[in-house]
């Protein structure tokens, strides 16, 4: 409800001549900022917009009073527009005078096209920030999203535009909104390098940015990548390096096992800051390619993100399907060959079929070395032939001759040298050798 003194002070202003009435409107608005009585500043403020508005007072001056109401309500917070200084009455003031101001602009297309610049700092100060303020993220995103770029009335330089997209970036990834995020990351990416140099933190956000949609993505081993990259960065605190590479780990520990991903655990494993986090006990076990109890894996999933422990299309978790696989390249270090049953009980799988379809997919895949025999349901690992992660590279030859031919030479070796060493024996002690036998 309007206070009586503000309407008091609004009946009087027909009685202003026009070129006075803006000095009129600019006292009343002083005069509501400095009695800041919550209970009628939000009513107040939309009554003097209106009454602004009604009037025809120019574009000049309807902008400089636009001005002013926008710095009555930066005044309710102690921090400016910073989040952390706006309170859920004032964000809720800034929600409603904000929108009534704007709806106001747009409203007059002369005045729409001349106040670009008060509507940009409507939608960015005010409006976005009382969303942020209130966890409405999606909503903050998208009210600077409608912020006006491409205008003959307004130029913004890249660096602007960087900043504001970055913002809509951070704030869709706080709703994990990677594919809305991903659309202004790709907008981004093509202006960065005229700003990355001359603003190293607004370089780094981006990078942050970049990791975090690949991360909400799935993309883990090239997530694993960009954050490390990001926490050897000496522009940010060494607190926060540390939890970008305990990020890095977390996705390279998820990231599809293979040859890629072991080269990316051999970086993080050899990184001496590493030892200092809680999950390096899990990177190291995954590094040495041994492996990883249940209870392991449950203490690692207490620190994932809900993206990180989503289902997948086959019904199972993405850390499950990681570790499962993980245990696969382990057993292919323990044993030469192994049935589909016993493989299945030592990846903790219902069934042995299930053991044989992972380890198809990942020779078929370049991940794994080794041949399948689905007669004698046996898998064949390949030792001496590492899978390079391309598409087929894991396919080793016919397992049965090739293991056979292997056999073969390990019995012949065996043979050889149990025949020198007879020899030797011979020529230390020759009365060994029974009478009658030739050369005696």
């Known amino acids: 409800m309007v ?22 409107f600019r006292t009343i608005i002083t005069t509501i900022t400095a009695s800041h009585d919550p209970s009628h500043f939000a009513a107040d403020l939309k009554a003097v917009n209106d009454a602004i508005f009604l009037e025809s007072l120019g574009v000049v001056a309807t902008r400089a009073l636009v001005i002013d109401l926008i710095d009555a309500l930066k005044s309710l917070a102690s921090g ?6 706006i309170n859920p009455t004032t964000s809720s003031i800034w929600l409603d005078v904000g929108n009534a101001i704007q709806q106001h602009i747009q409203s007059n297309p002369t005045l729409a096209t001349s106040l670009v610049d008060q509507t940009a700092t409507i939608y960015e100060d005010i409006l976005a920030a009382a969303h942020e303020s209130q966890n409405s993220f999606t909503d903050a995103a998208k009210t600077l999203a409608a912020i006006p770029l491409d205008s003959s009335q307004r130029r913004v330089s890249d660096k602007y535009k960087a900043d504001l997209w970055i913002r809509i970036i951070r704030n869709y990834l706080e709703d994990d909104d990677a594919t809305s995020a991903e659309t202004y990351l790709n907008k981004l990416k093509n202006i960065i390098h005229n700003v990355a140099d001359d603003n190293p933190v607004l370089n780094l956000h981006f990078k942050l940015s970049a990791a975090r949609i690949q991360d909400s993505n799935r993309q883990f081993l090239a997530a694993s990548q960009s954050y490390y990259d990001i926490s050897l960065s000496p522009a940010i605190a060494e607190e926060e390096r540390l939890h970008t590479l305990s990020m890095a780990i977390k996705c390279a520990v998820l990231a599809p096992a293979g040859p890629p991903r072991s080269r990316v655990l051999g970086r993080l494993y050899k990184d001496e800051r590493a030892a200092s986090l809680e999950e390096y006990g899990i990177l190291e076990k995954m590094f040495l390619d041994r492996l990883l109890a249940r209870a392991e894996v449950e203490k690692f999933a207490q620190g994932l993100a809900p993206h990180q422990l989503a289902t997948t299309s086959d019904g199972s978790t993405v850390l499950a399907k990681a570790m499962v696989e993980h245990n696969l390249l382990a057993v292919s270090r323990l044993y030469r060959n192994i049935g ?9 799988l219902d069934s042995g079929n299930k053991a044989e379809e992972i380890t198809a997919r990942m020779i078929e895949q370049g991940r794994l070395a080794g041949s399948i025999d689905q007669i004698d349901r046996i898998i064949y690992f390949e030792s001496g032939l590492e899978a390079s992660g391309e598409k087929g590279s894991g396919r080793a030859e016919v397992p049965v001759g090739k293991e056979m031919r292997r056999q073969d030479g390990m019995v012949q070796a065996l043979a050889e040298d149990l025949e020198r060493i007879t020899d030797d024996l011979l020529v230390e002690f020759p009365q060994l050798v029974p009478a009658g036998v030739p050369g005696n």
């Open 3 to 24: 206070s009586s003194e503000v309407r008091d002070l609004l009946a009087q202003v027909p009685n202003w001549s026009q070129a006075d009435r803006p000095a009129a």
């Open 80 to 85: 400016g527009s910073s989040t952390d200084s």
């Open 340 to 348: 589909f049953d016993a493989l299945g009980s030592w990846l903790g």
